[in-house]
């Protein structure tokens, strides 16, 4: 299955794929921070993450990340979560990262992943650096590469 671009508005980087499998099931992948790792295309997410065993609005996961070579760590905050629907969360930057899941049969879903930096700051140029820094370009690579791989764990 071909990724689609999909127009989420500004300062929002949107992509989906189809996948062979139930929404419950991907929902509780994605759902689970310490499963990240298994299905992150941009190789940043690290398998040591600390969170409850059950995520809701306000709850905290800590992760292990490596970018540019560079190790270091983020806790973010859960921001919605609607069980076998969606689940986001903010990045301590204020960018915030979205799973939607489409139910098109009983064993077909929908995946729409999204990188959301319209809230971005604390820093009020803070999205004036993404865009500078090219993080949409680079995080439109890694959705697309992330929900790739998920469809291959998925393929017959």
């Known amino acids: 299955m071909p990724v689609t671009v999909i127009d989420a508005g500004p300062r929002q980087v949107s992509r989906s794929i189809e996948v062979n499998a139930p929404a419950a099931e991907l929902f509780a992948m994605a759902a689970d921070p310490r499963r990240h790792h298994e299905f992150d295309g941009s190789d940043t ?3 040591n ?4 065993d059950h995520l809701v609005p306000g709850a905290k996961f800590s992760t292990k990340m490596r970018m540019y070579g560079v190790p270091y760590r983020i806790t973010s905050t859960v921001t919605a ?3 076998d629907e969606l689940f ?3 990045h301590p930057f204020g ?3 979205r799973w939607e899941f489409t139910t098109l049969t009983p064993t077909l879903t929908r995946v729409t992943e ?3 930096y319209r809230d971005a700051g604390p820093i009020k140029n803070t999205v004036k650096y993404y ?3 090219g993080f949409a370009n680079g995080n439109a690579k890694s959705i697309e590469a992330t929900l790739t791989r ?3 764990r998925y393929s017959a």
């Open 49 to 52: 993450i600390k969170c409850p």
């Open 81 to 83: 979560a609607k069980a």
């Open 88 to 90: 986001e969360w903010r």
């Open 45 to 47: 997410v690290g398998d």
């Open 114 to 116: 999204t990188f959301d």
């Open 95 to 97: 960018h915030r990262w």
């Open 131 to 133: 865009e500078r820094m």
């Open 150 to 152: 998920l469809a291959e």
